[in-house]
């Protein structure tokens, strides 16, 4: 439980707790936003009010405190934030000039004390630690004699980060009030499990959605939503790393289902059940189970894009109809495993990344290089006219079946020198996709060698 505790204008300390879980909704670009229902009680004049048990990465300017009933208009005057929390360092930067005591333990597990005055503390707030030196005996170390004991804290120490505010109250009132802030730290991301059989285009599609809180707070008993989208933001903060050992958990598939919405331009994924989520802690959540998606796999040779081989890449379309879909699909990790019919055993055989993806959409996903189809590309003629406004290149493509079955090679070609362009010869046909490209399927039998040409004609006139 988070400790608020409220000064009136010249009265007592008054202790309060939270009265309900916070919320939460994490956005996949190391970041979230944080709602917490604060119990006030207010009384006529200003109120120092202090809130520990806000992230170690709030921003304080994202800060927002108000009644969310809209009964009570909260004036406030004035806000700090302390991240100053009690350490070590810190408290020996506040007994600079101070003589401590300090346990030191010999080698046979006896304690006794040494006094050493602190010179330096090597503290420094927001950077890294310098080497402290303690004065024992008259002469000067640099390193700790041993364990500091330090005595109590003053009146002005906290313990955890706080947000503190100057409340005007024109009378006395009691109410809920909501904080909300904005805090790094955060952030989650989608990954799909996509199963094949040995043989054939049917695949299951498994979806996780991972969780993983860097912000030194732990959340209990969260409501949790997930927001899909590229949300603009102002200097954006780089992903932070874990600080310390990564604990990570699977929550259980229940029967509710986690939900989603289109919200503003974006799209919203609530979690159905409300979770704690401890400080470096990894959760992940399925979110989408589809079973017999038809996803052919695709053979294309698209030198510009994948290179100089033949890639591999599964397409599908995103709709209801296709083995359940139809769901807007967060960025993520796509891995593919096909079952070896030998064993029954799953084998991994590629992965990539897909963007944001809206429903009835169609996906294709590159997983790796064909082994058994082999390829050549070369140029066999170049020459231009007598008067430099045309240009004529001719082209020859040499595809290679070396499979047991027969195959469909997409060959796509790039023609990029001027806008006017056509095809004046081709052994194959072919068909324009867009203003600068041609596609040309070929299929082989299995051991055919087949061989692509065209020429191509540009023209400046």
């Known amino acids: ?225 997930l927001m899909a989208g590229d949300v603009s933001r102002v200097q954006p903060q780089s992903p932070a790393m874990p600080r310390g050992g990564l604990v990570m958990s699977m929550m259980a598939k229940e029967a509710a289902d986690v939900t989603e919405k289109a919200f503003d331009e974006f799209h919203l994924y609530s979690l159905p059940r409300e979770v704690t989520l401890r400080d470096q802690e990894t959760k992940q959540v399925e979110f989408l189970r589809a079973k017999g998606v038809t996803a052919p796999q695709l053979y294309i040779y698209d030198q510009q894009k994948y290179g100089d081989k033949v890639a591999t890449v599964r397409e599908f379309k995103n709709t209801k109809e296709n083995g359940g879909l139809g769901l807007p699909l967060p960025k993520g990790r796509t891995r593919f495993y096909r079952q070896d019919d030998a064993d029954g055993r799953l084998e991994f055989v590629g992965e990539n990344t897909i963007d944001h993806t809206a429903k009835n959409e169609t996906v294709r996903i590159y997983t790796g290089n064909v082994f058994d189809i082999a390829v050549e590309r070369k140029a066999v003629d170049s020459k231009m006219s007598s008067r430099n406004d045309e240009r004529e290149e001719a082209y020859e493509i040499t595809l290679r079946n070396r499979k047991a079955e027969a195959v469909e090679v997409r060959v796509t070609e790039h023609f990029y020198r001027w806008p006017n362009w056509q095809l004046i010869a081709q052994s194959e046909p072919s068909e324009k996709t867009d203003a600068q490209t041609a596609e040309f399927r070929v299929k082989l039998q299995p051991d055919e060698e087949k061989k692509i040409t065209y020429r191509v004609r540009y023209d400046w006139k």
């Open 1 to 225: 439980m988070k400790t608020l505790v409220l000064f009136g204008a010249f009265v007592a300390l008054l202790p309060l707790s939270l009265t309900a879980g916070p919320a939460l909704t994490i956005y996949n670009q190391n970041f979230a936003v944080v709602r917490e229902s604060i119990p006030f009680d207010l009384k006529a004049g200003v109120n120092l009010v202090n809130f520990s048990g806000v992230t170690t990465q709030v921003e304080p300017d994202s800060v927002v405190l108000r009644d969310a009933s809209g009964k009570v208009a909260l004036r406030i005057l004035e806000q700090s934030y302390r991240a100053d929390a009690a350490s070590q360092g810190l408290l020996l930067a506040m007994n600079e000039g101070k003589t401590l005591d300090f346990i030191v333990t010999d080698g046979d597990a006896k304690e006794y004390v040494v006094k050493g005055k602190v010179i330096r503390s090597g503290y420094k707030a927001g950077g890294e630690a310098g080497t402290p030196i303690i004065e024992v005996d008259g002469k000067l170390r640099f390193s700790l004699p041993g364990q500091p004991i330090f005595p109590s804290l003053g009146d002005d120490a906290i313990l955890q980060p706080t947000l503190g505010w100057q409340v005007y109250a024109e009378k006395d009132a009691k109410l809920e009030a909501e904080l909300g802030y904005v805090t790094g730290g955060m952030s989650w991301q989608a990954a799909y499990n996509f199963v094949a059989p040995e043989k054939g285009d049917q695949v299951d599609i498994v979806g996780w959605v991972t969780v993983v809180n860097n912000t030194g707070k732990q959340f209990t008993d969260a409501s949790i939503k």
